[in-house]
């Protein structure tokens, strides 16, 4: 019985372990830079796949920026008029918590319109799945032509895994 508990218990502490190692962070706009005008937006989130859990993170200058989510109908004409929420931080971090979609303008006179690079406006749809957990392989002048990998998960996130796995040795040791 008391056997039984113990595998238990390690298969509970188990999942906790896997489902916080899969969660990806994300720093909008990055690597080519952050939450600011000049970035392509759409191309950014085309090499990405957002999964419940995921975070993602705007980082910009709160003098010259902001976050606001919106509707559909407000990202399409990038409206404030009735924000979702409205952040201003600089570095604001938001975790996805289910499917569906998202919306995030700037909303500075100007910057979600702007032309060129489709404005400071990124639509995340949010997928069932799980992130990946490893990395992807290294770009750069061996890596040809290809398009660059899908962003993975912070340093954050592995620090937090390995700290989970920690969480799951010690119970084992307690148990024995």
């Known amino acids: 019985m008391a056997a039984a508990m113990r595998i238990a218990l390690l298969a509970v502490a188990a999942m906790a372990v896997l489902s916080t190692a899969s969660a990806a962070t994300y720093n909008v706009g990055e690597p080519a830079g952050a939450w600011d005008l000049g970035i392509d937006y759409g191309s950014w989130v085309s090499s990405k796949k957002f999964h419940p859990g995921?975070?993602?993170?705007?980082?910009?200058?709160?003098?010259?920026?902001?976050?606001?989510?919106?509707?559909?109908?407000?990202?399409?004409?990038?409206?404030?008029?009735?924000?979702?929420?409205?952040?201003?931080?600089?570095?604001?971090?938001?975790?996805?918590?289910?499917?569906?979609?998202?919306?995030?303008?700037?909303?500075?006179?100007?910057?979600?319109?702007?032309?060129?690079?489709?404005?400071?406006k990124v639509q995340i749809d949010v997928v069932e799945?799980?992130?990946?957990?490893?990395?992807?392989?290294?770009?750069?002048?061996?890596?040809?032509?290809?398009?660059?990998?899908?962003?993975?998960?912070?340093?954050?996130?592995?620090?937090?895994?390995?700290a989970g796995l920690g969480l799951v040795v010690l119970l084992a040791g307690l148990m024995a």
């Open 54 to 120: 995921d975070t993602v993170v705007f980082k910009y200058s709160p003098q010259s920026h902001d976050v606001v989510e919106v509707t559909k109908a407000g990202y399409d004409s990038c409206s404030t008029a009735s924000p979702i929420a409205t952040l201003k931080t600089g570095n604001d971090a938001i975790t996805l918590t289910s499917t569906g979609t998202r919306y995030f303008i700037c909303g500075f006179a100007g910057h979600c319109t702007t032309t060129g690079t489709g404005g400071m």
């Open 129 to 162: 799945g799980s992130s990946p957990s490893s990395p992807a392989p290294a770009s750069g002048p061996s890596a040809g032509n290809s398009p660059p990998p899908p962003e993975t998960p912070s340093s954050a996130t592995s620090v937090g895994a390995t």
